[in-house]
């Protein structure tokens, strides 16, 4: 969906200042503050080298006009069909950057995959293979306890759903929000960290494929402190990386990082694509970016952030994971998020 006015997210809260913190005062939450806010008063510096780094990744990557085409072709079929008979089955499409074919992952039957991959009537698709594995891509539901002002890549309990933090954003007022998926909860949701001892936010702006939203997957937790700083490490860890920039993912580039609560820290990752798109329960969201290699995003790692870190631990934020299956990983970029609303992502 093309975006041609920024919007406000001041404009979608209307009593989240009211938030009232659960479990303050309790001596575990009084125990960890210090700890956290002499991290909070150390300041990385971003590696000035790394943006060339991450860019020179795309060398190789096969990118023709065929490709592009096919992978359009499909992914406009794929969107048509789920429109019109629902989200039964999921798809998951991109182009392969070492070949240029295209990648399709589907549950669905194989007469339909081959209707929807037919080379008939386009002018790409019969210069161009199609890959098809055999795959159902889902929402991913389910670090374990956080404290304010809260970091990326922690647990998140509501409705009996459990998801995970992503990285915190901004307006020009300095008015903060955190980022997670748009599929973990509903507008107004109150929301605590996985233990249920502190409350990181109530939901607002949510926005969803399923919902009209447009083609996006994404909502934001008002109403509490939130810092730029992603838990690093395994699930139970106490540390965490500073975030020093923010911007497009670079197909090509091997060494992406996801954070979230069922994983912990996983790198690693290959951007195949940033133009992917995936259809799940709750929608067709493009574009997308698709990741394989490493360790792939889990259920609960839904909403984690997806970044790249450079030589000093700085933390490089790319978007924020959403859906995935055993081999590849599906991630809201970061620059949908800035381009439909008026935020950038809060540095550590």
């Known amino acids: 969906m093309r975006i041609s006015k920024k919007r406000s997210l001041v404009a979608l809260i209307a009593t989240a200042a009211a938030v009232t913190v659960l479990g303050a005062g309790s001596g575990q939450a009084q125990a960890a503050e210090p700890s956290k806010a002499k991290v909070e008063a150390?300041?990385?510096?971003?590696?000035?080298?790394?943006?060339?780094?991450?860019?020179?990744g795309s060398k190789g990557v096969v990118s023709t006009e065929a490709s592009r085409g096919a992978l359009a072709t499909v992914q406009a079929r794929i969107s048509d069909y789920v429109t019109r008979n629902g989200t039964k089955y999921t798809f998951g499409t991109y182009s392969d950057p070492a070949t240029g074919n295209v990648v399709l992952d589907t549950d669905a039957p194989a007469d339909l995959v081959k209707t929807l991959t037919s080379a008939e009537g386009?002018?790409?698709?019969?210069?161009?293979?199609?890959q098809v594995h055999d795959e159902a891509t889902t929402d991913i539901y389910q670090r374990r306890d956080d404290i304010a002002p809260f970091w990326g890549g922690a647990g998140?309990?509501?409705?009996?759903?459990?998801?995970?933090?992503?990285?915190?954003?901004?307006?020009?007022?300095?008015?903060?929000?955190?980022?997670?998926?748009?599929?973990c909860y509903a507008n107004g949701t109150s929301v605590n960290t996985e233990s249920n001892l502190h409350n990181v936010g109530v939901v607002t702006g949510r926005a969803l494929a399923s919902l009209g939203s447009g083609p996006i997957d994404v909502e934001f937790l008002a109403g509490q402190s939130y810092s730029g700083r992603v838990y690093k490490g395994g699930v139970t860890s106490s540390l965490s990386g500073p975030v020093v920039g923010a911007g497009t993912a670079y197909v090509g580039y091997n060494n992406y990082c996801h954070s979230g609560r069922t994983t912990g820290e996983q790198c690693g990752h290959t951007a195949n694509s940033i133009t992917a798109q995936v259809c799940t329960q709750t929608g067709c969201k493009f574009p997308v970016i698709a990741y394989t290699g490493g360790v792939v995003q889990q259920?609960?790692?839904?909403?984690?952030?997806?970044?790249?870190k450079d030589s000093n631990g700085g933390v490089w934020i790319r978007g924020h994971v959403i859906a995935g299956n055993s081999t590849t990983g599906y991630v809201e970029p970061y620059t949908q998020i800035t381009a439909r609303w008026a935020v950038t992502a809060v540095m550590g």
């Open 299 to 308: 259920p609960g790692d839904s909403g984690g952030a997806f970044y790249a």
């Open 156 to 183: 998140l309990l509501a409705s009996g759903a459990i998801c995970s933090t992503g990285y915190p954003v901004q307006d020009a007022s300095g008015n903060k929000w955190m980022v997670t998926a748009g599929h």
């Open 42 to 56: 150390t300041r990385a510096k971003p590696d000035p080298t790394f943006a060339a780094t991450e860019r020179a």
């Open 122 to 130: 386009d002018k790409f698709l019969p210069t161009v293979k199609v």
